[in-house]
């Protein structure tokens, strides 16, 4: 079965802390992704990685930054918390491939104080 | 861009009984796949069924199927014979065939399911 894992279920960080969420994945998938779930809101996609040290913006990259650095980890980067980036952090991946459904990570949950 | 829009916040079913989840989207593509993903609490989630735009045929997984309307960009999910595991959220999402990075993904639908 594919897993891919998200280091942290939950956190809590205070405002201007600098804040890692890593995602490992062990099916070498070429795309990784990072969605933020908001009630009401759906998912929205943050960035994703199609490839080693590459990456394409989102829906809504401001506030973050990514880096993937080996195929399997994809980590996301909060450089300065504000509060209204609290919120559920999804990762998932997949095959770059017309079939290819996406395998979610169990979800970090940040509060930013 | 395209948008996906499920109408029902929440929904409640009777345990064994049948219920329908309604998804709409908008799209100017003719090629694209629709998926209903299930998101337990405090689980991760996954995919329940997926349907390729190009197949007239309902896709079904079990106890899950849908109902695609090509025309009327209708994708709706019954669940029948209901059981207390189903309960969850449930989101509808659109992936383009031209782009398969891109997936758009609806509000979601709570699902729960009384004894």
């Known amino acids: 079965d594919v897993k891919v894992t998200q280091s942290s279920r939950y956190l809590v960080k205070r405002t201007g802390e600098k804040v890692f969420l890593e995602c490992v994945q062990d099916?070498?998938?070429?795309?990784m992704f990072w969605y933020r779930q908001d009630p009401g809101l759906g998912l929205r996609l943050i960035y994703f990685?199609?490839?080693?040290?590459?990456?394409e913006k989102g829906d809504i990259p401001e506030g973050y930054s990514v880096s993937r650095e080996k195929k399997e980890r994809f980590s996301l980067i909060l450089e300065s918390a504000s509060t209204n980036q609290t919120s559920m952090y999804l990762c998932?991946?997949?095959?770059?491939?017309?079939?290819?459904?996406?395998?979610f990570g169990e979800g970090s949950r940040l509060t930013v104080l | 861009a395209q948008t996906v829009t499920q109408s029902q916040p929440e929904m409640s079913v009777q345990e064994a009984e049948t219920v329908t989840l309604s998804c709409t989207y908008d799209t100017s593509e003719s090629d694209y796949y629709l998926f209903w993903y299930k998101q337990p609490p405090s689980r991760q989630m996954i995919l329940v069924i997926r349907?390729?735009?190009?197949?007239?045929q309902n896709a079904t997984e079990n106890r899950f199927s849908v109902n695609f309307q090509k025309a009327a960009k209708s994708f709706s999910l019954k669940i029948s014979d209901s059981q207390l595991g189903d309960a969850a959220m449930y989101f509808c999402a659109y992936r383009s065939a031209y782009n398969f990075n891109k997936f758009y993904f609806g509000s979601g639908t709570k699902l729960n399911v009384k004894p």
């Open positions: 990685s199609y490839d080693v040290k590459m990456k």
């Open positions: 349907q390729e735009a190009y197949k007239q």
């Open positions: 998932a991946s997949s095959f770059p491939e017309h079939t290819g459904e996406l395998f």
């Open positions: 099916m070498d998938h070429e795309n």
